[in-house]
């Protein structure tokens, strides 16, 4: 099969006018001119498109819904809490397909996916794009952490999404797990972690000052307080959590010192540039990250702290805020994103050898392929895996 398209963007190149691509199986096989077409090929003619890599959404909840601003992050919390504590099943499944459905047609085709023991599990299997799930576990008295423990390592559970997706069991936060846990799982995992770190004000005072309205929270909810390290980084660090499997989603709040240690480590960072907007954070720590060689990709988080699940958005937001150019940005939402979940070898860009995830949206009246992209709202084509999911 062959993409012939107006333009190619393939990320880790120029882009490439009057390009095809060759398929074979799930994969590119060949990236040829439009002279070196056969006629004898089977070719999809998107003559009027720009094709790109599918998105790599490096962070998303899909079970949460809209929470009004609150005063502060923990406010923010307990709204959370209290919502998922009177959703019904059928609540959280409509909400899965729909926050799904949304994310596949803006052009996501891997997601990492943070997913609540208390889902439906079942609704994580079959999404319309690829999955990487991070079961998150929470608990902060014995009891309730064992549980969850169990829970995220109960077999049934997996088999009900594993056909579709790598799963992880991985603590949700280090202020949501006791230490005597959170020391269990960092030094016994292999596997991929996601951790929601440094991400609010409130979480800074948890760990720097041992006060403020989450610490106040953790207590109320039967939590050890304090925290036995100032710095989460430097705990991590010295439990050899520091790797290229560990994805630090936001990491706001972070200094030099401990971006220092995710640059040693390899560790990426996940930026959610919407999610940042909503609680209105200090500047995202970029040019720090970026001058220490830190992996930084993208992510959408959910509907709770963002408008919206579409990896377009994202990055129309992060140019207007950061000032990069489309072409770092676009690499933040594939490539990085793919470097994050170790997937680099596969997905994140078009290159020969790598899985065929990839998407189109309409050349449109623009010249220029990135100005088409950036101003899209949703994507008209979508390949995964060699297969077309939508077409014009």
């Known amino acids: ?79 959370v809490i209290a919502l998922q504590a009177s959703a019904t099943e059928a609540d959280k499944r409509k909400m899965i397909r729909s926050t799904a459905k949304s994310l596949a047609t803006t052009g996501t085709t891997t997601a990492a996916i943070h997913a609540g023991l208390d889902l439906p599990v079942d609704c994580l299997s079959s999404l319309p794009f690829k999955t990487i799930t991070f079961l998150e576990i929470l608990g902060l008295t014995e009891e309730i952490a064992l549980a969850n423990i169990r829970k995220a390592f109960d077999g049934r559970v997996r088999a009900l999404i594993e056909k579709d997706s790598e799963i992880y069991p991985s603590p949700h936060s280090l202020y949501g797990l006791g230490e005597e846990f959170l020391d269990k799982l960092l030094e016994t995992s292999d596997s991929l972690l996601s951790i929601h770190l440094l991400e609010s004000e409130d979480e800074e005072q948890f760990f720097r000052k041992r006060t403020g309205p989450l610490a106040e929270l953790i207590a109320e909810r039967g939590g050890k307080l304090p925290f036995p390290a100032r710095s989460p980084i430097e705990w991590l660090a010295s439990h050899r959590a520091l790797s290229n499997r560990l994805l630090v989603v936001h990491g706001n709040y972070l200094t030099e010192t401990e971006i220092e240690l995710l640059q040693k480590g390899g560790s990426s960072v996940i930026h959610c540039p919407g999610s940042h907007r909503y609680f209105g954070h200090r500047d995202f720590p970029l040019a720090e990250l970026q001058n220490s060689g830190v992996n930084v990709a993208l992510g959408t988080d959910s509907l709770a702290s963002n408008e919206g699940l579409s990896m377009l958005a994202e990055m129309r937001n992060f140019r207007t805020k950061s000032g990069l150019s489309r072409n770092e940005i676009l690499k933040m939402a594939t490539l990085n994103g793919a470097i994050a979940l170790s997937k680099e ?48």
């Not at 393939?10 to 882009?15: G, I, L, Y």
């Not at 220029?368 to 101003?375: G, I, R, S, T």
Request: with cysteine.
């Open 345 to 392: 070898k596969e997905i994140g860009s078009l290159e020969v050898g790598k899985k065929a995830d990839i998407i189109g949206v309409p050349i449109g009246r623009h010249k220029d392929p990135l100005d088409a992209v950036f101003e899209a709202t949703e994507v008209s084509f979508i390949m995964r895996d060699g297969k077309i999911c939508f077409a014009p």
């Open 1 to 79: 099969m062959l993409l012939k398209a107006r333009w190619l963007l393939p990320v880790n190149s120029p882009p490439l006018p009057d390009a095809a691509i060759r398929i074979e199986g799930e994969s590119i096989q060949k990236i040829v001119s439009r002279q070196e077409i056969t006629n004898e090929e089977k070719i999809i003619d998107l003559s009027d498109f720009v094709l790109l890599p599918g998105f790599v959404n490096a962070h998303a909840h899909l079970e949460f819904s809209r929470v009004p601003k609150q005063k502060n992050f923990t406010e923010w919390v307990r709204q």
